[in-house]
Structure formats: C-alpha cells, structure tokens
Nanobody
Framework: EVHLVESGGGMVQPGGSLRLSCAAS????????MGWVRQAPGKGPEWVST???????YYPTAVKDRFTISRDNANNTLNLQMNNLKPEDTAVYYC????????????????????WGQGTQVTVSS
C-alpha cells in the first residue's frame, strides 16, 4: 500500500524559509516521478513542482527561483526547500506520486497524480 507522509510545515514570516519532507513507502520510489501540490483555502489544487526519475526538476513561474525540489532515492524521501516565502504561498502542501500511465500529460495538471499524502500546513504571515 502506498503511503506518503509529509512533515516540516509551520508558520513563518514573509521572506522566511521552510523545508518540507515526504517519506514514501509501498512502491519503488526511484522509478516514479514525484511532486508537490498545494491548495489554499477556497481554491483548487495548484501544482508546485515535480522531479523526474533522473532528478530533473520542474516548476511553475510562481515558485521558480524560490523553491527547490530534491529527492533521496536511498531513503525514499522527497524534499521541498522553500525560500523567500510570500503570504500567497500559504496553503496545505501535499506530496504526490506521479502516474506514468496517466491520461493527463502535463505535470501542471494535478489530475495526473494518483496518490497524495495527508498534507502539511504552511502559513506565511507577519
């Protein structure tokens, strides 16, 4: 059974940093693209980042140059380093597993991710 467990969320002031981690189990982590999706109150899911099996990262413009995704295949762990955080980054952040057989071809389409963790809250406020 697939399990994705996030940690590292919290409250931080604008301009601050947080590091999220995701412990994955129940599947062969190294052979799947992995990502992060967030959801702010009253809004739909928003793609944050994906890293492919080769370690190549992908980001939307909103977080590029501020967020860094990484993976540790030896420990089945996915990380997200978030710097220069802004109030609009406030959301619940979910670790997600990519479905390589998904009908949805774009990493930015959150429907392509078949397993989601329980989420961790990130709040950016002064």
């Amino acid at each position: 059974e697939v399990h994705l467990v996030e940690s590292g969320g919290g409250m931080v002031q604008p301009g601050g940093s947080l590091r999220l981690s995701c412990a994955a189990s129940g599947f062969t982590f190294s052979t799947h693209d992995m990502g992060w999706v967030r959801q702010a109150p009253g809004k739909g899911p928003e793609w944050v980042s994906t890293i492919n099996t080769g370690g190549i990262p992908y980001y939307p413009t909103a977080v590029k140059d501020r967020f860094t995704i990484s993976r540790d295949n030896a420990n089945n762990t996915l990380n997200l380093q978030m710097n220069n955080l802004k109030p609009e980054d406030t959301a619940v952040y979910y670790c997600v597993k990519d479905d390589p057989l998904s009908y949805y071809s774009d990493y930015a389409d959150t429907r392509r991710y078949d397993y989601w963790g329980q989420g961790t809250q990130v709040t950016v406020s002064s």
